[in-house]
C-alpha cells in the first residue's frame, strides 16, 4: 500500500481515537448550545434529563422533565438565522435552587387563590398560605419544582406526566396530569395538558415561558409590538388580588386592540399598572375557547420574527418582566434585566373558585380537563398584521 494512503489513514484514526475519548457533553450540545450534561442528576429521588425535539427546518425545542419545563427554542429570525427565543438556565440545578418559573409547567393553580381557601359540593378546603393571605401558583412546591415522569419521547414530541396526590398543598383529589410538548414542521410549539381527578377539586395550568422573541435577552420587550383579542381585564386591589370584576381597556394603557409598542405606556401613572409596576395581567380574551383565532400576536422588527398565541383558555396573563432585576443569570451568561422578556400565559383567572363570575375552573371524577395552546412564529410581517383581525384556522 502507498505510503502516502497509508499516514493519511493513521491521521484519520488518531482523530477519531481522540473524539471517542472527548467527554459526551462536548459532542453531543444542542442548536441553542445546552450541554444535555448539566441536566443530568437525581432530584427527590427521580432522574431528570435534557430532551431534544427537531423538525426538518432545523428548528429545535429542549425540555425538561424538572417542572416539565421548556428550555430553549430554537426559531429562525427574517433571514433563517435560528436563534433562542426564550430564557432559561442552562442547568437543572440553577432550575431547582434559584425558583425562577422560566418555561414552567405552573399548577396545580396557577394565580392566586385568595383565603386561600376553596370550598366544592360544600365541603370548604385550606389550602398552603404562603404568609399574604393567598396561595400562588398551586403552593409550594408546585408543579414546577416536581420531576415529571417521561411517558414517552419521539423526534418531534416528549409526553410527560405527573401524579399529585390527595391534599397536595390542600386541595383535594389525586389529580393526574398529562402534558404533550410538540414541535410542529412549521417551528410551531403545541402545548396540551390533560388532567384527571379521584375526587372534586379545581384545577388551572399554564405554561410559564418568558419570550424574547428578538432572540437576544439584552434587547428589552419593550420595543416589540403587541396585539391582544381582548376589550377587558381582570381588575386587582392594591394588594394585586383580583376583585371580581372586569376593567375596560379602552382610553387605558392596557388597549392592544390595535398593535402597540410594549413600553408606549408602561409607565403610565395608571392604578393598575402602579400595583404591578407593568404589566402583569389577564386579559379577557374576546373569543374565549376558539383555538381557530389568535389570542395575541407579538412582534419584533428587529428581527421580523412574530409570535401568535392561540388558545381554549379564556384568558391570557401578559408579563413584562418587571420583576427581573439583573440578578439572575441565565444561559450563555446572559444577565437578565427588568423588562427583558414577556410571559404569555394562557389560563382561567385567579381566584376563580371563589369567583363564580369568572368561567368554572371545577374538575370531578369522569371529567377530563383539557387545555391547549400553541405558539405560532412567523416572518411574514404582512401575514401577522392580517392575523390580527382575521381567524386563522389552527
Not at 379602552?250 to 402602579?274: S, V, W, Y
Amino acid at each position: 500500500m502507498n505510503m502516502k494512503i497509508i499516514r493519511s489513514l493513521k491521521i484519520i484514526l488518531s482523530i477519531i481515537a481522540v473524539a471517542s475519548c472527548m467527554p459526551a457533553g462536548a459532542q453531543s450540545l444542542t442548536l441553542s448550545g445546552l450541554n444535555p450534561e448539566r441536566f443530568d442528576t437525581i432530584i427527590d429521588g427521580k432522574h431528570t434529563a435534557l430532551y431534544t425535539l427537531t423538525n426538518a427546518k432545523g428548528c429545535e425545542a429542549c425540555i425538561t422533565n424538572y417542572g416539565a419545563r421548556l428550555v430553549s427554542l430554537m426559531e429562525p429570525n427574517w433571514n433563517g438565522r435560528m436563534e433562542d427565543v426564550v430564557l432559561g438556565y442552562d442547568n437543572v440545578r440553577d432550575y431547582h435552587t434559584r425558583g425562577q418559573n422560566f418555561g414552567a409547567t405552573v399548577g396545580r393553580y396557577i394565580g392566586r387563590i385568595i383565603g386561600p381557601k376553596i370550598t366544592i359540593d360544600g365541603t370548604t378546603y385550606k389550602l398552603q398560605e404562603n404568609g399574604k393571605g393567598v396561595i400562588s401558583h398551586g403552593g409550594k412546591p408546585g408543579f414546577a419544582n416536581r420531576v415529571w415522569d417521561v411517558v414517552g419521547v419521539g423526534k418531534q414530541n416528549i409526553v410527560l406526566r405527573y401524579v399529585s396526590p390527595d391534599g397536595e398543598n390542600g386541595f383535594p383529589g389525586e389529580l393526574t396530569t398529562t402534558l404533550t410538548y410538540t414541535l410542529r414542521d412549521d417551528g410551531a410549539v403545541e402545548v396540551d395538558f390533560k388532567a384527571t381527578t379521584t375526587k372534586p377539586t379545581v384545577v388551572n395550568l399554564a405554561n410559564h415561558s418568558f419570550f424574547n422573541i428578538s432572540g437576544n435577552p439584552e434587547h428589552s420587550v419593550e420595543v416589540q409590538n403587541l396585539w391582544i383579542d381582548s376589550k377587558k381585564i381582570a381588575a386587582y386591589d392594591k394588594n394585586k388580588n383580583v376583585t371580581g370584576e372586569f376593567m375596560k381597556v379602552k382610553h387605558t394603557p392596557f388597549d392592544f386592540t390595535k398593535p402597540r409598542q410594549i413600553g408606549e405606556r408602561i409607565n403610565t401613572d395608571d392604578e393598575q399598572l402602579n400595583v404591578t409596576g407593568g404589566y402583569d395581567h389577564a386579559f379577557a380574551l374576546n373569543h374565549a375557547g376558539d383555538l381557530s383565532r389568535p389570542a395575541a400576536i407579538l412582534y419584533d422588527a428587529q428581527s421580523g420574527r412574530a409570535l401568535t398565541v392561540y388558545t381554549t383558555e379564556p384568558a391570557l396573563q401578559v408579563y413584562t418582566g418587571n420583576g427581573l432585576k439583573g440578578n439572575q443569570v441565565g444561559k450563555k451568561g446572559i444577565v437578565y434585566k427588568r423588562r427583558c422578556a414577556v410571559c404569555l400565559e394562557t389560563l382561567h383567572f385567579a381566584d376563580s373558585p371563589n369567583k363564580p363570575q369568572f368561567p368554572s375552573t371545577l374538575l370531578r371524577p369522569g371529567q377530563t380537563y383539557h387545555s391547549k395552546t400553541v405558539f405560532v412564529f412567523s416572518t411574514d410581517p404582512p401575514l401577522i398584521m392580517r392575523a390580527c383581525q382575521t381567524p386563522h384556522h389552527q
